[in-house]
Nanobody, 120 residues
Framework: QVQLVESGGGLVQPGGSLRLSCAASGFTFSNYAMSWFRQARGKERELVAA????????NYADSVKGRFTISRDNTKNTVYLQMNSLKPEDTAVYYC?????????????WGQGTQVTVSS
């Protein structure tokens, strides 16, 4: 059974930091590209950060560049999102995503999401 379980969300003041974690199970984690998405109330889900299979390449939304860092530990089947200098506009539900394309097709898995609220 595939599971992606996010944790680390919560309420933080502007300028603060949070570290999100996503623990994966039920599939070969090291074979999947891992990403973080977020969805603010009334808005579409958007890509925040993405990491290739071995974490050698990363990609970030312009709005978070220089503030957020994605990393992964393939020995722990976990991907992280370090979020610094948080702003109220970062408030959203953050989702972990795993993707892989092979001869069978595209495989996509989602976590249940964790709420991040940035407010004073």
């Amino acid at each position: 059974q595939v599971q992606l379980v996010e944790s680390g969300g919560g309420l933080v003041q502007p300028g603060g930091s949070l570290r999100l974690s996503c623990a994966a199970s039920g599939f070969t984690f090291s074979n999947y590209a891992m990403s973080w998405f977020r969805q603010a109330r009334g808005k579409e889900r958007e890509l925040v950060a993405a990491s290739t299979v071995f974490g050698g390449a990363t990609n970030y939304a312009d709005s978070v560049k220089g503030r957020f860092t994605i990393s992964r530990d393939n020995t722990k089947n976990t991907v992280y999102l370090q979020m610094n200098s948080l702003k109220p506009e970062d408030t959203a539900v953050y989702y972990c995503n795993a993707q892989r394309v092979d001869v069978v097709g595209r495989h996509i898995y989602w976590g249940q999401g964790t709420q991040v609220t940035v407010s004073s």
